[in-house]
């Protein structure tokens, strides 16, 4: 599956944003679909996945962020409000295959699919 992220930009501190990750080439609902982001000089950190289904779905930091998914439209958004300069990074989504393994939804390297990335900058 080829994954693109999109609709990074630059938000001013309190702003929203949505970012969209389309997929093309399989069955989009048989995978499961992570976000992961990473700031210059640190480690690329889990954000939010959502199941094939839609119907369930993991946060980092509950209460900001809402992940969904149109699996017609072969499309995950990551809705992104109460920005923090914290939150800026290039955001990234990645798939991977449905597993019984615990915590899968949160560890990079279950993804084996990841998209180029979207830059997201949150300014003071």
């Known amino acids: 599956v080829q994954l693109q992220a999109s609709g990074g930009g630059l938000v001013q501190a309190g702003g929203s944003l949505r970012l969209s990750c389309a997929a093309s080439?399989?069955?989009?609902?048989?995978?499961?679909i992570g976000w992961f982001r990473q700031a210059p000089g640190k480690e690329r950190e889990f954000v939010s996945a959502?199941?094939?289904?839609?119907?369930s779905t993991y946060y980092a930091d509950s209460g900001r962020f809402t992940i969904s998914r149109d699996n017609a439209e072969n499309t995950v958004y990551l809705q992104m409000n109460s920005l923090k300069p914290e939150d800026t990074a290039v955001y990234y989504c990645?798939?991977?295959?449905?597993?019984?393994?615990?915590?899968?939804?949160?560890?990079?390297?279950?993804?084996?699919?990841w998209g180029q990335g979207t830059l997201v900058t949150v300014s003071s």
């Open positions: 959502i199941s094939g289904s839609g119907r």
């Open positions: 080439g399989r069955t989009f609902s048989n995978y499961d």
């Open positions: 990645a798939a991977k295959l449905p597993t019984t393994r615990s915590g899968s939804y949160y560890r990079r390297a279950e993804y084996a699919y």
